[in-house]
């Protein structure tokens, strides 16, 4: 049977959607039923809000088109099937010296998300964005199937960061960067508070870095947190990775501000005060959180939302105000991270910028929403953006002029799908496909 | 285990379990000649299969219908040296009731799912035979356990491949060879994606690890997941003056 009726959500858990679902187990059937009806398509569903959600509607589940397709060891360039997850890549071919070149924080991720998200590593201030390595992407609008390429123009340009809104994204090209071994040389130190982060992002030499913060420090300690930096070196991970499970939803208390301080407390002194430096397979600092399925259990059953926005590098001062309200609203989650963001981006719609990107788990209490939403107007009024693979709360008036480029991809986007049959809730939430069309 | 230069033919290597077991022999440096009728997607399964770890992946047509695409695989497997392994996913169901308005369908089902397997095993058998090594597995079904009205001519054709099955394992046992029986309940494929009535729904992978666990330690029957045993235990020792009015 093509169609189940099922009921899906995103990573946060605090958006789901009811709706027809095909999950296709090989090309000709993903093509056969897309002839048939065109709907949009997700995979691992490891965006945190709606953006790969079609409430009431249908939708491709491209989870079992997992496969590598070709290999060419002179080059390096592997084409894959959209569903595969970009942590299984980067274990198949870590051990033949190549690794690609940008991994966002989940292994889980597939590489259609990673490209429709256009997604950034701990690395992005050298390497750019996913995007930018991509070569050649498979997309079927459709009945039509066809290749696109950089050279392709506005619809690469539309469909790299895209949100799915091109069409779906069947197989793709990656260019696999040459790696010395799938270990990493991993550097962890105390930073004690927001001024001083900044100072040792400026002047991290590493390829890969990133700062966890302490969101719930304040006064003189805000900002406090540990800076990670990494590099790749030899030697191959012989170790079994076991994962754990969190088996069922935690009770609300877990993640309550006392517990969280506590946790942050402990977490911040797990780092002796002189800092530390180890070696670790890859998989550890690229995907600290995959070791644990289902760790969105923690958050209970209501879920969580995640803001992630990134502002231009003179204003530090939104940042700081960012922060001190996340402290004062004893609503954060252990989990929030700051990072220096180059200028590397793919597409039209591709989040990153130049400038500081934060991301802020809270779970989904009351006051946790008017939280993200105030925090999305000050990204707004500062110049930034915020991120739709994390967004699942902000509002169509807000995200207004954060996408310079967004009337390009509305261009785009209208000729590639001009039905709208491609449309996901999030893209009907923030009315991304018209707003700046009418202003 | 240790599957270093063992050679894996699989037919039906298109479907979600083959595949994943393809991908575990794989990250073991098997051999594997992937064996179907979409040769595209068998192409692409190969190419996965070497990216994983397969010391060599080829995909060859195997179309149970047709005996002539049987040799070229048993020739070319007998060309790698060491243990030939064979496992079988292939076999077909047609809706029961699709089967009793055109009864000429059972030609279909049984050739699928019983007779084009057992040829093929029966041309292989002698070669595993002579190299004194090897393991067959031979995925049947609960359905074969006992006929029900919902699907009995499949039940009848995988049960007879059952049995077929139990003689091979006779034979190849006292030539070092070995042969399980897999008998899967539900699994999480595009067979039963939207199907209702499907309860504790296996993985492929879940299955496929049970499957070479079940080759390792030289089970002879298993069910997957385990408890499937247990359940069939319950339906097969159902009175047929009972049975015969339930439709389960």
Redesign the interface.
């Known amino acids: 049977?093509?169609?189940?009726?099922v009921t899906y959500a995103g990573w946060g858990r605090a958006r789901s959607a009811t709706g027809q679902v095909a999950?296709?187990?090989?090309?000709?059937?993903l093509l056969r039923d897309l002839a048939n009806f065109a709907a949009p398509a997700f995979g691992m569903r490891r965006s945190y809000g709606d953006v790969a959600l079609n409430d009431g509607g249908r939708a491709y589940d491209m989870t079992?088109l997992d496969?590598?397709?070709?290999?060419d060891p002179e080059t390096g360039i592997?084409e894959v099937?959209a569903g595969i997850p970009i942590g299984d890549l980067g274990r198949?071919?870590a051990a033949k010296g190549w690794i690609p070149p940008v991994m966002p924080g989940t292994g889980f991720a597939t590489v259609g998300g990673c490209i429709a998200n256009d997604v950034h590593g701990k690395n992005h201030h050298v390497k750019g964005s996913f995007g930018q390595h991509v070569t050649a992407i498979t997309l079927v609008q459709g009945a039509e199937v066809k290749t696109i390429t950089p050279k392709s123009g506005a619809i690469w340009k539309a469909t790299v960061g895209g949100l799915g809104q091109t069409g779906v994204i069947a197989k793709a090209k990656l260019q696999l960067m040459p790696c010395k071994g799938d270990m990493m040389v991993l550097t962890e130190r105390r930073i004690d508070n927001l001024d001083e982060f900044l100072v040792a992002f400026d002047e991290s030499k590493t390829d890969y870095t990133v700062g966890w913060i302490d969101a719930t420090a304040t006064g003189a300690h805000l900002g406090r947190g540990i800076l990670e930096e990494g590099e790749i070196t030899s030697g191959i991970n012989t170790s079994k990775e076991g994962a754990k499970a969190v088996p069922f939803n935690a009770p609300g208390w877990a993640l309550s501000a006392p517990v969280v301080r506590v946790f942050n407390e402990l977490y911040f002194r797990r780092v002796p005060a002189k800092g530390r430096t180890s070696v670790k397979p890859i998989t550890e600092p690229f995907f600290p959180l995959d070791a644990i399925h289902d760790w969105n259990r923690l958050y209970g059953k209501r879920g969580f939302n995640q803001f992630q926005c990134v502002v231009p590098p003179e204003r530090v001062d939104v940042l700081r105000g960012m922060l001190e309200k996340i402290g004062a609203s004893h609503l954060a989650s252990p989990l929030a991270v700051l990072k220096k963001m180059g200028a590397g981006r793919g597409g039209y719609m591709s989040f990153p910028m130049e400038g500081y990107t934060l991301a802020v788990d809270f779970p989904n209490k009351d006051g946790a929403e008017e939280l993200i939403k105030e925090l999305t107007d000050m990204a707004q009024d500062a110049g930034g953006r915020i991120y739709f693979a994390k967004d699942g709360v902000a509002e169509a008036t807000q995200v207004a002029g954060m996408y310079p480029e967004q009337d390009k991809w509305q261009r785009a986007v209208e000729k590639a799908d001009p039905e709208g049959a491609m449309m996901t809730d999030l893209v009907r939430r923030l009315n991304l496909r018209e707003s700046a069309k009418e202003s | 285990m240790t599957q270093t230069a063992q050679t894996w033919i699989i037919l039906g290597a298109?479907s979600?379990m083959a595949r994943a077991m393809a991908r575990r022999l794989a990250k073991e440096g098997a051999m594997l000649i992937l064996c179907g009728r979409?040769m595209?997607?068998l192409a692409?399964?190969a190419?996965?299969c070497?990216?994983?770890?397969a010391s060599e992946a080829l995909a060859m047509r195997f179309d149970a219908r047709d005996n002539a695409t049987f040799g070229p695989i048993v020739e070319r497997a007998i060309l790698n040296e060491g243990a030939l392994n064979c496992a079988v996913f292939v076999g077909s169901m047609p809706e029961q009731s699709a089967i009793n308005a055109e009864p000429s369908l059972i030609d279909g089902v049984v050739q699928d799912s019983h007779i084009g397997p057992a040829t093929f095993l029966s041309m292989l058998a002698p070669h595993m035979e002579a190299r004194g090594q090897g393991t067959v597995v031979g995925v049947g079904s609960v359905a074969g356990d006992r006929g029900r009205i919902g699907n009995y001519v499949y039940g009848s054709a995988k049960a007879g491949f059952a049995t077929y099955l139990s003689g091979l394992r006779n034979r190849l046992t006292r030539a070092g060879g070995h042969v399980v029986t897999v008998k899967p309940g539900f699994v999480d494929?595009?067979m039963t994606?939207?199907?209702e009535g499907m309860f504790l729904v296996a993985s492929p992978d879940a299955v496929a690890k049970d499957i070479l666990r079940a080759v390792e330690k030289k089970k002879n029957v298993i069910y997957t997941p385990f408890f499937w045993r247990y359940i069939m235990l319950i339906i097969r020792h159902i009175p047929e003056f009972i049975f015969k009015k339930m439709s389960i």
């Open positions: 049977m093509t169609w189940n009726t999950r296709p187990e090989r090309q000709s059937s079992r496969r590598v397709v070709s290999f592997v099937e198949a071919f | 298109t979600s979409d595209e997607d692409a399964s190419e996965d070497k990216a994983r770890g494929t595009a994606w939207g199907i």
